[in-house]
């Protein structure tokens, strides 16, 4: 009876440890956590420096409504010898010329494209689009980056209860075990008995050092996805207040802001202007070139020379192989690709939706079914060692009745990871997972203020933070 009662308050100091959090000053929050997986992921680090890298292609496409302007200049020795042969009636006569010659020269040649089939207009345009493509998948990946953080918090957050579980239940097993080979020593069990007892030993610390990988490895991955050492983590709630009433706002809230869908739909708009960009390849250029050039040749005398010119110049593409019109051809299938991908993104966020909402409903059951096992465990148990003392149960009934009251413990524990878990993951299926609707206390990271820094650049090899 002794043991009964060190295992059913040791199990519930456990449970009030993993779910009410130990003290403040160790405590590790939930908030926190997804704060510093927003600041220290690389995996959202890599995206964000992705996006910046999609910025460049709108001032390279912009740069086709610039004029391009070189410069040259030359300068060196020339030799001559010229040999002439002059002829008249009566004889024929011949010279001959050398000298060293030092000419130089230098110029400057600008060239602005008046026309080109409104190709460099619909090039701004597909890198605007990649931009903003680049951008949803930004967003896309802090939901899953902070979908990781949550789960690997959660994860932690129940293998070290399960751990605690495990430890005092060989605690209770062993004192059982002592109990019931005094009782053997004095005749009042078998040893069978015992033999039973030192089994449950045994499958305990089995169960325990299992429950030690589980929460090493929970740790590795909390430190891989948060990107700091798990301290004593602090019980967490379900986010369902940021979610959607029903399934049917959720299912259209899904398919209409997802940043999956937004990207693919992007995507489509990027598709078709590159076959406008291909079509331009028929039209005519129209281009300005203006030249200027002064030369200098030093011999006997000085000699100087100064040309300007302004030429407009028509290209027609009559024909080039026909490999224009292959990509055109090429463009147009990717363009129906793309819109294809525009129905799957929707079919699969429509999907996880739907499952999503299915895991918050289950998780909710779980949670009311196992607090049911666990109190009619606990009463069980009481009930069987009462019912030992008399003689009217075994030893075995004994220890099957604190196992169950182990296994229904541990699945509560594992029951409230999966609300919690399930919350978050429906929040992420309808595209509102992010660091501004959960309200966390970061800055928050605006791709627009790269983008507004280069966009309109002329010059400059330095990236607006100074590398």
Do not use: C
Request: proline share 3%; hydrophobic share 40%.
């Amino acid at each position: 009876m002794h043991g009964v009662k060190l295992f059913t308050g040791a199990a519930v100091s456990v449970l009030l440890m993993a779910l009410a959090g130990p003290t403040p000053a160790l405590a590790d929050t939930i908030e926190a956590a997804l704060v510093r997986a927003y600041q220290n992921n690389p995996q959202l680090n890599a995206q964000r420096a992705q996006v910046r890298v999609t910025d460049e292609n709108v001032p390279t496409a912009l740069s086709g409504y610039r004029p391009r302007v070189s410069a040259t200049a030359s300068g060196g020795v020339q030799y001559t010898d010229t040999t002439s042969r002059t002829r008249t009636p009566t004889a024929t006569t011949f010279s001959a010329a050398h000298g060293t010659l030092a000419p130089r020269s230098v110029g400057a040649t600008a060239t602005q494209t008046l026309f080109n089939g409104l190709q460099t207009t619909n090039r701004v345009r597909q890198a605007e689009s990649q931009v903003s493509g680049a951008r949803e998948v930004l967003r896309l990946t802090e939901q899953q980056v902070l979908l990781a953080a949550v789960t690997a918090y959660m994860n932690l957050l129940r293998d070290s209860a399960v751990l605690d579980l495990q430890k005092r239940n060989v605690e209770v097993l062993s004192e059982q075990l002592r109990q019931t080979r005094d009782r053997f020593n004095v005749g009042e069990v078998t040893r069978t008995d015992v033999a039973q007892a030192e089994s449950r030993v045994a499958a305990g610390r089995s169960a325990q050092h299992s429950a030690e990988s589980n929460y090493i490895t929970s740790r590795a991955t909390f430190r891989q996805v948060i990107g700091v050492e798990a301290a004593r983590l602090t019980s967490a709630m379900p986010v369902d207040r940021y979610s959607p009433d029903n399934i049917g706002v959720a299912v259209e809230q899904g398919k209409a802001q997802h940043p999956q869908v937004a990207a693919a739909m992007l995507g489509v708009d990027v598709a078709s202007l590159q076959v406008r960009i291909n079509e331009g390849a028929l039209f005519p250029t129209v281009t300005l070139q203006g030249n200027v050039q002064r030369s200098y040749e030093q011999s006997n005398a000085l000699f100087r020379q100064f040309s300007a010119s302004a030429l407009t110049q028509v290209t027609i593409p009559l024909y080039q192989g026909g490999a224009e019109y292959s990509a055109i051809r090429q463009s147009k299938e990717t363009l129906g690709q793309r819109r294809i991908d525009v129905d799957t993104a929707r079919d699969q966020v429509q999907a996880t939706v739907v499952q999503s909402w299915g895991q918050v409903e289950a998780a909710k059951a779980q949670i009311i079914a196992t607090q049911a096992q666990v109190n009619a465990a606990e009463i069980a148990l009481n009930g069987v060692t009462e019912e030992a003392r008399v003689g009217q149960r075994t030893t075995l009934d004994v220890l099957n009745a604190q196992q169950e009251l182990v296994n229904a413990r541990v699945a509560l524990v594992s029951a409230q990871r999966d609300r919690v878990v399930a919350s978050y993951t429906l929040l992420s299926a309808v595209g509102r997972l992010s660091a501004g609707v959960l309200g966390l206390k970061v800055p928050s990271y605006d791709p627009i203020v790269h983008y507004e820094q280069v966009r309109d650049s002329w010059v400059g090899v330095r990236n607006p933070d100074g590398r």
